[in-house]
């Protein structure tokens, strides 16, 4: 095992990561501070402050005392992220950009620069979360793996969006933040002259859509297949819609006319036909089941899934969501069915269900379908106490 002494640090330009930094700095490592240019607001329509936070990450390396470099990665996001979101959408799938990030660009190729280019024995982020190998990587063993686990602070927990990274890169990652919740993270930026970081908007969403709205944005990169809102219930048309990239499951429809609001319960690409029902609560918007792609084991396969063929964890298929109970089975082309404890709300093929074993957050799989609706299964939804997320 070997002593740990150089890290690059990911510096965006906000509270997190500068913190993070700061806080390596005081262990002791030398830092070398990187922003990441993953958008390229001169020749894209976006709508990105990046150069910007650009300069706010050079004021913070320059703070705190350690070399700043900016690395270009635009091409592998158009092609490992972007490509693949227009690509989902026009299929009438919902992906999950910020985890596709996190695995092809964060943690493979800024991880691939920073150990390659320059020199760095690991990588830090400004996520909330921890992991086995503890807060601060003095050391590391690639003989016994590393897990990766919940941050403290379980509001700002980001495991959700890590969990496609690979093993390599998990076992050389430092996350500083993932003891501390965010208030004493608050705190330290205060006491180490980084006081104007206080008052900067944590970064939400996608940043280069910027303040516009995510159907207009989309448009731009999307040709316009208009078609039919459908009502689940009735088979008739009860509206018409510019295209099924601008709508997700669950979503609200604006159709007039109409008693209770429709919402989105299914997308047929083919035909562009969008199947909604009436009510936030109706039962062709829930399910027990889930099916999904060969999993993203983390460190490796839970024990009890290889053994029995049966893992007893929890699940969740969007940050914000709490843990769900579920049992989970594993086919024999390696992919998953996924029974829940309880019928969950708008699961969306597209997403990835992630899953969790007490503290431990163990991979990931992206959701192909949802089981039978309870809308299908005939069931009476009156006496359930249905999540309305």
Request: charged share 20%; net charge neutral.
């Amino acid at each position: 095992m070997a002593a740990v002494k150089r890290v690059i640090s990911a510096v965006s330009g906000g509270i997190d990561s500068a913190v993070s930094t700061l806080l390596l700095k005081s262990k002791g490592y030398e830092v070398i501070g990187v922003y990441m240019q993953n958008w390229d607001v001169l020749d894209e329509k976006g709508v990105c402050s990046s150069q910007d936070d650009i300069s706010d990450a050079e004021w913070i390396c320059k703070k705190i005392g350690v070399p700043f470099h900016v690395v270009n990665f635009v091409k592998e996001y158009w092609l490992e992220v972007f490509s693949c979101l227009i690509n989902d959408y026009e299929s009438g799938l919902t992906p999950n950009p910020d985890i596709m990030c996190n695995r092809h660009i964060k943690f493979e190729a800024f991880y691939k620069h920073a150990i390659e280019e320059l020199g760095g024995e690991a990588i830090s982020t400004g996520h909330y979360a921890r992991t086995t190998f503890g807060e601060y990587l003095q050391k590391f063993d690639s003989t016994e793996g590393v897990h990766l686990l919940k941050a403290n602070d379980r509001k700002k927990d980001q495991t959700f969006f890590l969990s496609q990274i690979s093993q390599n890169a998990l076992q050389r990652s430092i996350f500083p933040l993932g003891c501390l919740d965010k208030s004493t993270v608050k705190k330290i930026a205060g006491e180490g002259n980084l006081t104007p970081l206080l008052k900067k908007k944590e970064s939400m969403g996608i940043c280069f859509i910027g303040s516009r709205n995510f159907q207009e944005f989309i448009s731009e990169y999307i040709n316009t297949h208009p078609g039919n809102f459908i009502d689940i219930e009735t088979a008739k048309i009860v509206g018409k819609h510019k295209g099924i990239h601008q709508w997700t499951i669950g979503q609200r429809c604006r159709i007039g006319g109409c008693k209770e609001p429709y919402f989105v319960i299914d997308k047929d690409s083919s035909t562009q036909d969008i199947l909604v029902a009436s009510g936030t609560c109706h039962p062709s918007l829930y399910t027990e089941f889930v099916m999904t792609d060969k999993p993203h084991w983390i460190h490796s396969p839970p024990l009890p899934l290889v053994v029995n063929g049966v893992l007893t964890c929890d699940f969740r298929f969007q940050h914000a969501h709490e843990l769900t109970k579920c049992q989970v089975c594993l086919t024999h082309s390696d992919k998953l069915i996924i029974h829940l404890s309880k019928p969950l709300r708008a699961i969306s093929p597209g997403q990835y269900a992630v899953l969790y074993l007490d503290e431990e957050c163990l991979g990931s799989a992206r959701i192909l379908s949802p089981g039978p609706s309870l809308h299908t299964l005939g069931v009476n939804c009156k006496n359930l106490n249905l999540d309305r997320r």
